[in-house]
């Protein structure tokens, strides 16, 4: 197909496709989906090798958010019956970490539900950095606090914090139906403070809300625009006491083509599969390795995930190899200075990064969840409600029993 061939070429360039072809990824068919695959395993290959990066999400502070975003389990008003907690201590916080980390993660994600940070958070916070570095390591430690004030980014690099997650979700134009209390501009600009910082920073996006083909890929090019290091991508688990807990809109294709589309759109950055990985892609993750080359290890914040043991198979199974802490997960033209350093260029050879001023990036973190009111596009194929894969988090942080790493 001249498509494959012209994206892969753009790919191994680190050349941005155009919006019609990033579409047309989107829009090929069930018999031609082992080639796009194939094509962005190549690009995949081309800058990460067979390796896989795991990450491992400690969730600080659980649910009682008071904020509305209609994809999350912990916002305001949900029924969701998930674990509800305040703040870990640090030392609750490192040995969580240490679970992970013993499981062969090499960065640990700290999460905080909440609109973002105050200077009193940001102070524990960093304490917990500080518990988790003294006592591991070389380990890579992500925040993900929300929507951060004026230094606030600086202070947690200062504490030693490598990275800031802050996903964009969706698109502009769709972010007002998803979320009423904060704004896409609002997540840009915690985005951009992230990185003015010096953080390493990794924005995402959520599937399965309801979107057209249109808002991922604008929301995608928003994210090179903005260029992070790693995009997390989640596909929607609806939670049953959520707004958008009826929204199945995803087949494990139609997960495979999104993650394909975002490995031509942004080939040399660290692209994660998120939360949703299981419900969604079932039987098909190991293909979805080809084209990510991250994934979280265990559970998710208020979801459980596959057994860490099932992960790690399922790696070596596909042929793929777990990154180790002594291997630098980005190609050295990004990861020339360290962590957070970037080409001016950003991703890639992309032109217009200063263009992304006028976009954002969405909420806190690696979230399970999603929704808006628009309505699916004619040609996205509803998936079958899998409600029987949601399983509650009921292990690990906040909880007397053993994680799952
Ligand atoms: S995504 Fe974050 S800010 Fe939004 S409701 Fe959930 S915890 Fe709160």
Request: glycine letters at 10%; a negative charge.
């Amino acid at each position: 197909m001249d498509l494959l061939k012209t994206l892969v070429d753009k790919g191994l360039r680190r050349e941005q496709p155009t919006r019609e072809e990033a579409l047309a990824v989107l829009a090929t068919s069930d018999d031609d989906l082992l080639d796009v695959v194939a094509a962005a395993g190549r690009v995949r290959r081309q800058w990460f090798g067979r390796r896989v990066k795991l990450n491992y999400l400690v969730n600080l502070k659980s649910g009682l958010c008071p904020e509305d975003c209609s994809y999350c389990s912990q916002r305001l008003g949900s029924k969701a019956d998930i674990l509800k907690y305040t703040w870990l201590k640090p030392g609750q916080a490192s040995e969580a970490a240490a679970a992970g980390l013993a499981g062969g993660a090499k960065r640990v994600c700290l999460v905080a539900s909440g609109r973002g940070p105050t200077d009193r958070d940001v102070d524990r916070v960093s304490e917990t950095i500080r518990a988790i570095k003294d006592q591991n390591e070389g380990v890579e430690v992500c925040a993900c606090l929300g929507l951060l004030s004026d230094g606030q980014a600086e202070r947690l690099r200062e504490a030693g914090a490598d990275a800031y997650n802050h996903n964009l979700n969706t698109s502009e134009a769709t972010y007002g139906d998803i979320t009423s209390t904060h704004t896409y501009a609002d997540r840009v600009d915690t985005v951009q403070k992230a990185h003015a910082a010096g953080l390493s920073a990794c924005s995402g996006l959520i599937a399965g809300m309801g979107e057209t083909d249109e808002d991922l890929v604008d929301v995608v090019f928003s994210l090179r625009a903005l260029d992070p290091d790693s995009v997390p991508v989640n596909f929607l688990i609806p939670f049953e006491g959520t707004p958008l807990a009826t929204e199945w809109n995803l087949t494990p294709q139609r997960c495979l083509r999104i993650l394909a589309m975002v490995r031509f759109v942004c080939p040399d950055v660290e692209v994660r599969i998120a939360g949703g990985r299981e419900v969604h892609l079932r039987a098909l993750q190991p293909l979805a390795l080809h084209l990510a080359n991250s994934i979280f290890l265990g559970d998710y914040l208020t979801s459980e995930g596959q057994a860490g043991k099932a992960d790690l198979e399922m790696i070596a199974d596909a042929g793929f190899e777990v990154e180790g802490a002594d291997q630098v997960t980005l190609p050295e033209h990004r990861a020339a200075g360290g962590c957070g350093s970037h080409e001016a260029a950003g991703c890639g050879s992309h032109e217009g990064a200063a263009s992304c001023a006028s976009e954002e990036a969405g909420g806190c973190g690696s979230h399970e969840g999603g929704v808006c009111g628009s309505a699916p596009a004619a040609a996205q194929a509803a998936g079958d409600a899998r409600t029987d894969l949601v399983a509650v988090r009921r292990r690990g942080a906040g909880t007397d029993l053993a994680p799952n790493a």
